[in-house]
């Protein structure tokens, strides 16, 4: 992962890896929401043993799938996988601890939607912890984004509409 961070879209995957940290730290009996959970990556910061309860949401199968195998591989019984699109979650108001978000704004047409779904979601106190792709980030970025645009991918938001939302 961190050769392919760096030589594809220039950035440091490292910080991706460290800010998995609050998922072993959160308080037993939390409930955490990992949205998009792609494969399941996030999965190496859970512990086996570790009291929560891990909703893994994803709108592709394929994702799904992956996300399977690699709980299953890690014996990570505590999550459950559901298929939602991160701008209309399957989940009630106020009852998310941890919402995880890691490369998923960047990936839809609507990215507002998502971060009001994921604030309506958070429990008071609760926490947000994601990244995303910006459209104001590197120049090597920005040129892979427009290709894909071309192809009908959506495009990442800037930072300064992400932080107004936020």
């Known amino acids: ?3 392919v961070g760096r030589t594809i879209w220039g950035i440091d995957a490292s910080l991706l890896y460290s800010s998995m940290r609050p998922i072993a730290e959160v308080d037993s009996g939390a409930v955490i929401a990992d949205v998009p959970c792609g494969g399941g990556v996030a999965f190496r910061a859970l512990a086996p043993d570790q ?3 891990y909703l893994a949401v994803d709108l592709d199968p394929d994702m799904l799938r992956r996300a399977q195998r690699r709980a299953e591989k890690r014996s990570l019984r505590q999550v459950e996988l559901l ?5 209309e979650l399957p989940f009630g108001d106020d009852e998310i601890d941890l919402f995880l978000s890691f490369s998923g704004l960047h990936m839809i047409r609507e990215p507002e939607r998502a971060v009001t779904e994921i604030s309506r979601c958070l429990k008071p ?10 459209s104001d980030s590197s120049r090597r970025a920005r040129a892979i984004f427009k290709a894909g645009s071309y192809r009908g991918h959506a495009l ?4 300064d509409r992400v932080l107004r939302w936020l």
């Open 1 to 3: 992962m961190q050769l």
């Open 83 to 87: 298929r939602a699109d991160m701008r």
């Open 125 to 134: 106190g609760g926490t947000v912890v994601g990244t995303t792709f910006l």
């Open 156 to 159: 990442p938001p800037g930072r």
């Open 51 to 53: 009291d929560v309860r």
